[in-house]
T-cell receptor, first 118, second 110 residues
Framework: GAVVSQHPSRVICKSGTSVKIECRSLDFQATTMFWYRQFPKKSLMLMATSNEGSKATYEQGVEKDKFLINHASLTLSTLTVTSAHPEDSSFYIC??????????????FGPGTRLTVL | GQQLNQSPQSMFIQEGEDVSMNCTSSSIFNTWLWYKQDPGEGPVLLIALYKAGELTSNGRLTAQFGITRKDSFLNISASIPSDVGIYFCAGSNRDDKIIFGKGTRLHILP
């Protein structure tokens, strides 16, 4: 199956700093990438959808100035958590999707990034 | 918005037992998906269902897409220790967004 990587896998930072998380599709071109957030023992909540070369679409309640998404190429999307605070601590997971036009599109998930803000 | 109700929330079973979990929705989905998530990892797709009524197997796993397109079930036969984890159902429509259920935690008793 398709492989999606995330870097870093874990990050600990001080409150007020910015953190960048990378998501890469390693063996296919992803037309769309998605960013999710997961709190402990909870489900995945979609934060935003990004298409290569265009602005990300954010879900209701997600601050676009807080969570900056850049989808620079068909294999790379980045999520930057700006001025991080302890409440931003969470497990962030990306997924990448690509498929034949008109066909079902499957999302392949990265391994996640554990962010801890002190 | 669309919501998925997944049950049970958790299960405690003996190794070798069969497992059944299900998911219902307040509205229709075009695609039903079942994922497994291990601790500290991203979800891994187990089975994807694209047609109402479809019954699909993947090894010891079997899943069905309900006729009404508002429900799906996942069965695991003859459970083994590596089946432990969280199972998520998910629904998707043409906008390709995935909406996840709240998950079923599977525990296998020693």
């Amino acid at each position: 199956g398709a492989v999606v990587s995330q870097h870093p896998s874990r990050v600990i930072c001080k409150s007020g700093t910015s953190v960048k998380i990378e998501c890469r599709s390693l063996d296919f071109q992803a037309t769309t990438m998605f960013w999710y957030r997961q709190f402990p023992k909870k489900s995945l909540m979609l934060m935003a959808t990004s298409n290569e070369g265009s602005k990300a679409t954010y879900e209701q309640g997600v601050e676009k100035d807080k969570f900056l998404i850049n989808h620079a190429s068909l294999t790379l999307s980045t999520l930057t958590v700006t001025s991080a605070h302890p409440e931003d601590s969470s497990f962030y997971i990306c997924s990448a999707a690509g498929g034949l036009a008109g066909g079902p599109v499957e999302q392949f998930f990265g391994p996640g990034t554990r962010l801890t803000v002190l | 918005g669309q919501q998925l109700n997944q049950s049970p929330q958790s299960m405690f079973i003996q190794e070798g037992e069969d497992v059944s979990m299900n998911c219902t929705s307040s509205s229709i989905f075009n695609t039903w998906l079942w994922y497994k998530q291990d601790p500290g990892e991203g979800p891994v797709l187990l089975i994807a269902l694209y047609k109402a009524g479809e019954l699909t197997s993947n090894g010891r796993l079997t899943a069905q897409f309900g006729i009404t397109r508002k429900d799906s079930f996942l069965n695991i036969s003859a459970s083994i220790p590596s089946d432990v984890g969280i199972y998520f159902c998910a629904g998707s429509n043409r906008d390709d967004k995935i909406i996840f259920g709240k998950g079923t935690r599977l525990h296998i008793l020693p």
